[in-house]
Nanobody, 115 residues
Framework: VQFVESGGGLVQPGGSLRLSCAASGFAFSNYAMAWYRQAPGKERELVAGIGSVGGHTNYADSVKGRFTISRDNVNNTLYLQMNSLKPEDTAVYYC?????????WGQGTQVTVSS
């Protein structure tokens, strides 16, 4: 199982980024997936989740209305569109299966929101 996250970077407050996660080594279309993030000194938290066929989305209260999760089951890719970014969104973002204790993690992609 492998996850490769990309699309992070430095962005000003109010800006946007689109994260991608290329998944391989398992039946991607059979699993609910999620984006997580970990800020310095904090626990990793779930940001957004999506069902195996694209419905049943859920979001952390802190990102509702600003972030949108989506997936492409043909290309085994998970996306996170992030709009109206805030400094408190600064973190390393990871994708994995949507579960209470995912077994596999990628290297993550750094998102820094700063002026």
């Amino acid at each position: 199982v492998q996850f490769v996250e990309s699309g992070g970077g430095l962005v000003q407050p109010g800006g946007s980024l689109r994260l991608s996660c290329a998944a391989s080594g398992f039946a991607f279309s059979n699993y609910a997936m999620a984006w997580y993030r970990q800020a310095p000194g904090k626990e990793r938290e779930l940001v957004a989740g999506i069902g195996s066929v694209g419905g049943h989305t859920n979001y952390a209260d802190s990102v509702k209305g600003r972030f949108t999760i989506s997936r492409d089951n043909v290309n085994n890719t998970l996306y996170l569109q992030m709009n109206s970014l805030k400094p408190e969104d600064t973190a390393v973002y990871y994708c994995s299966t949507r579960s209470t204790k995912p077994d596999y993690w990628g290297q993550g992609t750094q998102v820094t929101v700063s002026s």
